[in-house]
């Protein structure tokens, strides 16, 4: 009996130091996810602010025709299906302002519709 009550203390104790380190703003390991919404001729949100080394997905969604979002800098090109969602993950390695634009043809306002996506360190 008494090996029980030990050991509920000792898995209560731990319970309590973890949800302390998660409350406390330790690292989680899911990823950040930033929705984005896609529209002739613009995202939004357009500006975008990041922490460099950290998980992120950007998930965005087609309000209208197929749009895609190329940021060049960091290798990516993704297709977001009319009236659809893609979801994009990576991790930021750059410290600095990278512009994405719409990778797919959408109308006669496409060469304006960009993302800037602000990394911070």
Known sequence: MKKSFEMVVIVLAVFSLTMGFRASGAPSSEPRRVEITAKRFAFEPNFITLKKGEPV?????????????????????????????????????????????????????????????????
Do not use: N, Q, W
């Open 57 to 121: 997905v950007l998930v965005v969604k087609s309000s209208d025709v197929e749009h895609g979002l190329r940021l060049p800098d960091f290798g990516l090109d993704l297709r977001v299906p009319k009236h659809g969602v893609a979801e994009l993950r990576f991790t930021p390695e750059k410290v600095g302002d990278f512009v994405g634009r719409c990778s797919v043809f959408c109308g006669a306002g496409h060469g304006g519709m960009m993302l800037t996506l602000h990394i911070v360190g």
